[in-house]
C-alpha cells in the first residue's frame, strides 16, 4: 500500500541553523501538507500546497518557514533560522480530493530537537 | 472557526472493556470528520472516517457516527484490548482544507 515517507527519522540542530525536512507524498496526490505536534500538545497545521504554490498557511508559518516541491516528487518544509521553540515532530500528510472530500495519509513523522 | 474538543484524557481501562471516547466539533458548511491513532514513538493513521451526517465509519472494531444534530463523532469499540493503547485524536476537514485536531486523548489498556 503506497504511503508517506518522511527524512530524516530525527534531526537535532543548534540555534539559528537552517534546517530542511523532506517528505515524499503518495505518487498520485495532488495536495501537500504539513503540520508540527508539540511534545504533548495537540497536532497544528502549518501549510498546504497545491499547483506548486500555498494554497493555506497559518499564524506560525511565518518567514522562517517555506515549502518547495523541487522535483515530481519531493515536498520540503525549510526553517531558515531555527529556535528553541521549533523543537516538535513534524508530520508530512498527502491527499487527493475526492467528491468534495478529501482524507489525509500522514508521514511517520521528524522529530526536530533544537539545542 | 473550525474547532474540535475531545474528553480530557488519559484514559486508562482494563482489557475486555468498553470504550467511548468524546468529540464534538464547531464548523460552518459540511465538514468530514476523522480519528487518527498515533501509536508509541509512531505517526498519524487513520483510523476511520465519515462524510456526512449519519455515516458510521469502522475499522479494526472501532465506530464512530457523524450526528449533526448534536455535532459529535464518538469513538467507541466494544471489547479493548492491550494493542489499543494508544493516543487517539478526532479531527475535521472541509475539502482539501487543513485538518483541524482536538486535543488528543491518552489510552492505556491494561491486562
Known amino acids: 500500500e503506497p504511503e508517506v515517507t518522511q527524512t530524516p527519522s530525527h534531526q537535532v540542530t543548534q540555534m539559528g541553523q537552517e534546517v530542511i525536512l523532506r517528505c515524499v507524498p503518495i505518487?498520485?496526490?495532488?495536495?501537500f501538507y504539513w503540520y508540527r505536534q508539540i511534545l504533548g500538545q495537540k497536532v497544528e497545521f502549518l501549510v498546504s500546497?497545491?499547483?506548486?504554490?500555498?494554497?493555506?498557511k497559518s499564524e506560525i508559518f511565518d518567514d522562517q518557514f517555506s515549502v518547495e516541491r523541487p522535483d515530481g516528487s519531493n515536498f520540503t518544509l525549510k526553517i531558515r533560522s531555527t529556535k528553541l521553540e521549533d523543537s516538535a515532530m513534524y508530520f508530512c500528510?498527502?491527499?487527493?480530493?475526492?467528491?468534495?472530500?478529501?482524507?489525509?495519509?500522514f508521514g511517520p513523522g521528524t522529530r526536530l530537537t533544537v539545542l | 472557526g473550525n474547532s474540535v474538543t475531545q474528553m480530557e484524557g488519559p484514559v486508562t481501562l482494563s482489557e475486555e472493556a468498553f470504550l467511548t471516547i468524546n468529540c464534538t466539533y464547531t464548523?460552518?458548511?459540511?465538514?468530514?470528520l476523522f480519528w487518527y491513532v498515533q501509536y508509541p514513538g509512531e505517526g498519524l493513521q487513520l483510523l476511520l472516517k465519515?462524510?456526512?451526517?449519519?455515516d458510521k465509519g469502522s475499522n479494526k472494531g472501532f465506530e464512530a457516527t457523524y450526528r449533526k444534530e448534536t455535532t459529535s463523532f464518538h469513538l467507541e469499540k466494544g471489547s479493548v484490548q492491550v494493542s489499543d493503547s494508544a493516543v487517539y485524536f478526532c479531527?475535521?476537514?472541509?475539502?482539501?482544507?487543513?485538518?483541524?485536531f482536538g486535543q488528543g486523548t491518552r489510552l492505556t489498556i491494561n491486562p
Open positions: 479531527a475535521l476537514g472541509q475539502g482539501a482544507q487543513k485538518l483541524v
Open positions: 500528510a498527502s491527499s487527493e480530493p475526492n467528491r468534495g472530500y478529501a482524507t489525509q495519509y
Open positions: 464548523a460552518t458548511g459540511y465538514p468530514s
Open positions: 465519515a462524510t456526512k451526517a449519519d
Open positions: 505518487s498520485n496526490h495532488l495536495y
Open positions: 500546497f497545491y499547483n506548486n504554490e500555498i494554497s493555506e
